[in-house]
Structures are given as structure tokens and as C-alpha cells.
């Protein structure tokens, strides 16, 4: 059975970050996460992402570099995570309770969902970067 990726964008704009509140499931709502989705079959990660954040958030996006590396989610799934830059369009939650904006210093104190906590000392390095 061919293993199941789920991508998730990492928008910096002025050296902040764009997460986004769940809705569903139960026990993952009100957390917060990267935005993103499943790669359909056949997809490339980064048409997937793209698809996905224009879906969820309403804006076009051009999809950079990894972030960290693989995040399994079950023993099928795993979850992998690539900067944005925003092309155009409003950000709008079509699919989440809310969107924030976050320096650095508050990715440790935000309730994320698991499997996106590994990626915060990358998505540090990278937030650091946008703004060198």
C-alpha cells in the first residue's frame, strides 16, 4: 500500500508565521497547526499544498524549500511541511476556527496539534531567515 503524505504550509510574511486553529476532529479542535492537506494520487506535494491553501485559506501561493523532515502520523501517513510565499488572494479560514499570526518567541507557548511540534526549532531557523 503506497504511504499516504499529508503536506503543510509554512506562510512567513515580516517574520511572522500564519497558523491556523482546527475545527475537526474532536480531539484536535482548537488546536493549531500548519495549514495544508492529503496529496491526492498522482499529485506532486507542492501542486497538492498549493491546492490545498488556496481550498482552506484563499490565497495563491508559491511553494520553497522543506522544512524538517518527514512526521509519521500513523504507520501510512506522514506529514511534511514547505515554506510559502503568498502570490495573491485575502487570507480567509474556509476551514478553520480562526488564523493567527506568531513571532518566534510564541511557537513554544501555542497549543499545537503533535505531530507539527516537531518542526518548531525549523520553523524558527526559517522565520529568523525571512526576516535576514
Known sequence: MPNLIVVAGALIEDGALLVAQRNRP???AGLWELPGGKVAPGESDESALARELHEELG???TVGNRIGGDVALSATTSLRAYVV???GGELTPHDHRALRWVRAGDLDGLRWVPADRAWLPDLA??????LA
Open 26 to 28: 474532536p480531539e484536535l
Open 59 to 61: 490565497v495563491h501561493v
Open 85 to 87: 510565499v503568498r502570490a
Open 125 to 130: 531557523r526559517a522565520m529568523a531567515d525571512e
